[in-house]
């Protein structure tokens, strides 16, 4: 896996997760990346500083082969800014390795996944309106042929087309829905 710190074009900046830098260039080509904030699909990489460990860190983080573990001499033991990346203060971590930056990739990565979601969805159906519960009851019933359809239900309909044995699923929710 591999983290980016990705822009937009309107100068968002935000991070995502992709399990090779070839993932990262087949979702870009293929339109599948979009801004969390704004939605725009015009996403590039952003500059990183890589999160390189020098070689001289990584031998002091080796543990004392000679004593067990937890009975260091106090002159053997790293002082606090050499301590290993999984036992350092949020605060000292690179912000990459931070478990809100990682939360808000993952966020990310879920509210473009809901938008492609979505939009494949209402691309491949009719929408149909306040007339949803209507039309499927028709489609359940075979009153009309089958046909893709989204549009809107009160919780009383929905749970009235739900005890009829009606089958549909609610569109998911997006962040700019809720304006």
């Not at 390189?52 to 009975?71: I, L, W």
């Not at 009383?156 to 549909?168: N, R, S, T, V, Y």
């Not at 569109?171 to 700019?176: D, F, N, T």
Request: charged residues 35%; positive net charge.
């Amino acid at each position: 896996m591999i983290l980016y710190k990705l822009q937009c074009k309107k100068g968002h900046e935000f991070e995502a997760w992709f399990a090779s830098s070839d993932a990262f260039d087949r979702q870009k080509k293929k339109g599948q990346l979009a801004c969390p904030s704004c939605g725009t699909k015009s996403v590039s990489k952003a500059l990183m500083t890589p999160n390189v460990t020098p070689r001289s860190r990584r031998k002091a983080a080796a543990p004392d082969k000679q004593q067990p573990t937890g009975s260091r001499k106090p002159e053997t033991q790293r002082p606090e800014t050499q301590r290993p990346e999984a036992q350092r203060p949020d605060t000292q971590r690179p912000e990459a390795q931070r478990p809100e930056t990682q939360r808000v990739a993952a966020h990310s990565e879920l509210v473009t996944a809901l938008r492609k979601l979505r939009a494949e969805i209402e691309g491949k159906s009719e929408y149909v309106g306040a007339r949803f519960p209507e039309e499927a009851r028709k489609i359940h019933y075979e009153e009309v042929p089958a046909r893709g359809i989204h549009g809107e239900a009160t919780a009383e309909e929905a749970k009235a087309l739900k005890d009829e044995g009606i089958e549909f699923y609610p569109l998911p929710i997006l962040p700019e829905d809720q304006n």
